[in-house]
């Protein structure tokens, strides 16, 4: 097992623990709850296989979800997150992305920034379109959404940045 591997189960353990140990308990005035879990799959590498991302997606989406008791909410998200990353990247990466050599910890603040908020989301209007589950309520979907993705990119881009290696 080379280092890359033992970094990628060390963030996937990590960003698991964190989300279902932590952050399932923070709910600011209903609309707000971080969910950074999801850096995880932002975050994966790019040449990496797509059916392995997409897969850990899943599993790691499971996992949120059984902690959660949230019924496959996370997992469906994920795995969506998953699937269309490749179409993000390429819209906020450009030709980078099209040469396969994205480094996240040296890519602009800018396209680091929108890669994050397009991510989010996209994935939070999933998990909480399922959640609520009722055209009614595209309101409260909405104010779920843009809430939660806020608290959700911030805390996405201070968790990259403290735990980014330095630039030599």
Known sequence: MNNSNVNIIIQFVSLLLVQVLVLNHVNFLEYINPYPYILFILLF???????????????????????????????AACVTLAFIRPAILKFSFGMIYEH?????????????????????VIHHFMMFSLEVFNISKII?????????????????????????????
Do not use: C, M, W
């Open 45 to 75: 590498p790019v040449r990496a296989n797509r059916s392995l991302i997409i897969f850990l997606s899943f599993l790691l989406g499971l996992l949120v979800d059984i902690f959660s008791d949230s019924g496959g909410i996370h997992a």
């Open 100 to 120: 396969q050599s994205i480094k996240f910890s040296q890519t602009e603040f800018g396209r680091r920034l929108v890669y994050f908020s397009i991510g989010t």
């Open 140 to 168: 409260l979907v909405l104010q779920k959404t843009l809430f939660s993705s806020i608290f959700t990119i911030i805390l996405s881009l201070l968790i990259t940045v403290l735990f980014s290696r330095k630039r030599r």
